[in-house]
């Protein structure tokens, strides 16, 4: 692994774009791997164990391409095999949840902050676990929005159906006094207009993208492991449906993807 080696970044499908789109801006000099595990998503309804096979044969296809770090931007993926990734792999791994957590504990004036989630990371209760961890005095609601991810990965983020079950998903913010509300999905920050939309514009959105940013930088800088000539271009592999991938992921990267690239793992 040297300075010029990829860094990988993986979901299991469209919403790591999310993450990417910030690293991407912040490292201009760093060339990334991202890969969708678009055969599988969404991973938010699967068990621990297959979330855990496929996140390993995903960082194998990483440590394959001589990647010199992986970000694993899925909450859910984040939520379930992190440790065990971390334990195995002999690569630095960072995940979207502590960053996160660090983040919005920092922010918040009332102590009191939602997490939006898939079903698989709330019960998991991942994030609760990493504010105890470091000793928050944060009250922490967390709520599952299961049906945020189909409705973007069909295109349908700024829709009226997404507006209505937004509202459904979030009508307990009535009642409470929360100022911060981490997006714990990496899907979510794509329907965060209309997520802004129907909770008080006083609360403040935090998204993965920005905060595992951070934790990235500080680890190049220590290690002297940043690129400092010109990167080359960002590839991009999917299990499934390329075509697809690339017409809507196009739309929430801001750009014309490079060649999307069809694989197998399993």
């Keep these: ?42 991973y938010g309804n699967k068990s621990t164990e297959n979330v ?28 379930l095999a992190y440790t065990k990734l971390n334990e195995k792999y002999n690569i630095p791994i960072f995940n979207v949840v502590h960053p996160s957590v660090e983040y919005a504990n920092k922010i918040s004036q009332t102590h009191e902050i939602c997490i939006l989630g898939t079903t698989s990371t709330i019960n998991s209760k991942a994030y609760t676990k990493s504010f105890l961890n470091i000793k928050s005095n944060c009250k922490i609601i967390e709520i599952a929005c299961p049906l945020f991810v189909p409705i973007i990965e069909e295109g ?47 609360i403040q959105l935090v998204f993965s993208g920005q905060t595992v940013g951070d934790k990235l930088f500080s680890h190049l800088e220590l290690y002297n492991n940043k690129n400092n000539n010109n990167k080359s271009a960002t590839h991009f592999y999917v299990t499934d449906f390329p ?24």
């Design 52 to 79: 855990l096979r496929y996140s390993e044969a995903i960082i194998n296809f990483f440590l394959e391409n001589k990647t010199k770090a992986v970000i694993i931007a899925c909450n859910t993926a984040s939520a």
């Design 243 to 266: 075509q697809k991938f690339d017409e809507i992921g196009s739309q929430f990267f801001g750009q014309k993807l490079s060649e999307v690239k069809h694989v197998v793992l399993f």
């Design 156 to 202: 349908w983020s700024q829709t009226a159906i997404a507006k209505n079950i937004a509202l459904k998903y979030l009508h307990p913010f009535n009642k409470t006094k929360i100022d911060t509300l981490i997006l714990g999905c990496t899907h979510y920050p794509i329907m965060s207009h209309i997520i802004q939309n129907v909770i008080s514009n006083n």
């Design 1 to 42: 692994m040297y300075p010029n080696s990829p860094i990988g970044v993986f979901d299991s499908g469209l919403g790591g774009l999310t993450v990417l789109k910030h690293l991407e801006k912040d490292f201009p000099n760093e060339t990334f791997i991202y890969f969708g595990d678009t055969a599988h998503l969404p």
